[in-house]
């Protein structure tokens, strides 16, 4: 089918009775901006819904009681190796970085999660972008491949990142060739209506609503699928190819705000219909050029991000952090059982580097939202600054959610023993 359904408490799910269905799938997907955060204000103290957070999260206040802010941690090969694409291309993955021509890192935690549960849905994952990556060599003799993908296939390949919110959208309701010239709605019109007369009236509102709002994502596609579709049209008959194009004129949308958030519909629409469980969205690639004017700032990311301590810098801070409250607001909003599809995720929000104009990842800031159906302790914050390096590493981390996720592993990167406490 090419929409997926949501849960639905009246519908069996495969023809199971209640009594055999089985537990809400968990999913994961992590949120990537570059370049640093304010360091003045990012700060978090207290628990639960006391939690007292600091101007830089203040974004995340309606999630304090399932949040935890994560501080201290640090990923052992991305320092001392130099600014920016060796902090950023093993995010993911821990792995060291080889510099020149050939690439080599290590596969990112996401893909080992999908290896183990993409099996079970239609897309092992969802990788997606907000920023053209780029080509050439940083100054560092790193390729700058690692600093535009955060997910990693293995460790030569970074996995192909999907920038255009019509293509994703095209991908996970297999809306290809010529179905893309009517709604994908109208392909499942006859069966969304038996399945409405079967329904409970609970369900028919919520699956009332679900078509409602795919629907209204699908609109938004349409116009930037327009502009996608001109730009293509241009890059064959000139001389810049697609991907060498400046925005808007390469078809991705002119309002970055417009692009993150339809790029957050994508994947909670993914988790909602279980056509995946796993995604990553690279907000802004490392050394990103997007601008800010809604902000009121004028340098460019990577520009601002050198003088971190302004207000400025503070405003862009607060907005990355916001979408990561967006996508956490969408999932919150999908009922599962007597919880929601947030209750059943992980969210993480990763940045590359404490500060930006010294370019520092010995501390990186993360945060978490969600339980992952109650093996997660949320409502925390969490300081791993002074318990000496090997016990607060950024892969010690990610072997926990792995095994928090069912996934057997017992070492990842450079880690062979879970987070402490988390």
């Known amino acids: 089918m090419a929409v997926g359904l949501p849960w639905l408490e009246s519908i069996p799910v495969r023809g199971e009775t209640t009594a055999d269905q089985k537990p809400f799938p968990k999913r994961f997907a992590v949120q990537f901006m570059a370049c640093g955060i304010h360091p003045d204000h990012w700060w978090a103290k207290g628990s639960g819904e006391d939690m007292e957070l600091g101007?830089?999260?203040?974004?995340?206040?309606?999630?304090?009681?399932?949040?935890?802010?994560?501080?201290?941690?640090?990923?052992?090969?991305?320092?001392?190796?130099?600014?920016?694409?060796?902090?950023?291309?093993?995010?993911?993955?821990?792995?060291?970085?080889?510099?020149?021509?050939?690439?080599?890192?290590?596969?990112?935690?996401d893909q080992v999660l999908a290896s183990h549960i993409g099996q079970e849905t239609i897309q092992p994952?969802?990788?997606?972008?907000?920023?053209?990556?780029?080509?050439?060599?940083h100054e560092t003799n790193f390729s700058m491949a690692y600093s535009s993908h955060i997910s990693w296939q293995n460790a030569t390949s970074?996995?192909?990142?999907?920038?255009?919110?019509?293509?994703?959208?095209?991908?996970?309701?297999?809306?290809?060739?010529?179905?893309?010239?009517?709604?994908?709605?109208?392909?499942?019109?006859?069966?969304?209506?038996?399945?409405?007369?079967?329904?409970?009236?609970?369900?028919?509102?919520?699956?009332?609503?679900?078509?409602?709002?795919?629907?209204?994502?699908?609109?938004?596609?349409?116009r930037q699928r327009a502009s996608r579709d001109q730009a293509s049209d241009r890059a064959k008959s000139g001389s810049t190819p697609l991907h060498e194009m400046k925005r808007p004129d390469n078809g991705l949308p002119e309002d970055i705000r417009e692009h993150m958030k339809l790029m957050s519909d994508i994947i909670a629409m993914g988790f909602q219909t279980d056509k995946t469980r796993v995604a990553s969205l690279l907000l802004c690639r490392d050394i990103s050029g997007l601008f800010y004017p809604f902000l009121d700032v004028r340098n460019a990311h990577h520009s601002a991000s050198h003088h971190e301590r302004t207000d400025e810098w503070l405003r862009i801070t607060?907005?990355?952090?916001?979408?990561?409250?967006?996508?956490?607001?969408?999932?919150?909003?999908?009922?599962?059982?007597?919880?929601?599809?947030?209750?059943?995720?992980?969210?993480?929000?990763?940045?590359?580097?404490?500060?930006?104009?010294?370019?520092?990842?010995?501390?990186?800031?993360?945060?978490?939202?969600?339980?992952?159906?109650?093996?997660?302790?949320?409502?925390?914050?969490?300081?791993?600054?002074?318990?000496?390096?090997?016990?607060?590493?950024?892969?010690?981390?990610?072997?926990?959610?792995?095994?928090?996720?069912?996934?057997?592993?017992?070492?990842?990167?450079?880690?062979?023993?879970?987070?402490?406490d988390f």
């Open 55 to 109: 101007p830089c999260l203040e974004p995340l206040s309606p999630w304090k009681s399932k949040l935890n802010v994560i501080q201290g941690l640090f990923n052992r090969n991305a320092t001392g190796v130099g600014i920016h694409p060796g902090q950023t291309g093993n995010i993911l993955s821990g792995a060291a970085l080889q510099k020149g021509a050939e690439l080599k890192g290590g596969i990112s935690i």
């Open 125 to 137: 994952s969802m990788v997606l972008g907000c920023e053209q990556p780029i080509t050439g060599y």
């Open 158 to 222: 970074p996995v192909p990142m999907e920038v255009y919110p019509s293509l994703a959208f095209d991908s996970l309701f297999d809306n290809q060739g010529s179905r893309r010239n009517k709604s994908v709605l109208d392909r499942v019109r006859e069966h969304a209506a038996s399945l409405s007369r079967q329904a409970s009236m609970t369900d028919r509102t919520r699956l009332d609503e679900y078509l409602t709002s795919v629907r209204e994502v699908e609109k938004r596609i349409e």
């Open 318 to 420: 607060q907005y990355y952090c916001s979408q990561l409250a967006y996508l956490a607001e969408r999932l919150q909003q999908m009922p599962e059982g007597d919880e929601t599809v947030l209750d059943h995720s992980c969210l993480m929000w990763v940045n590359n580097m404490w500060s930006g104009s010294r370019h520092d990842s010995t501390n990186l800031p993360l945060f978490t939202v969600g339980g992952l159906s109650g093996s997660i302790q949320t409502g925390r914050v969490l300081d791993y600054s002074d318990r000496g390096d090997d016990n607060r590493k950024l892969c010690s981390l990610y072997l926990s959610l792995a095994q928090r996720m069912d996934v057997p592993l017992t070492t990842f990167g450079d880690a062979d023993l879970p987070l402490a």
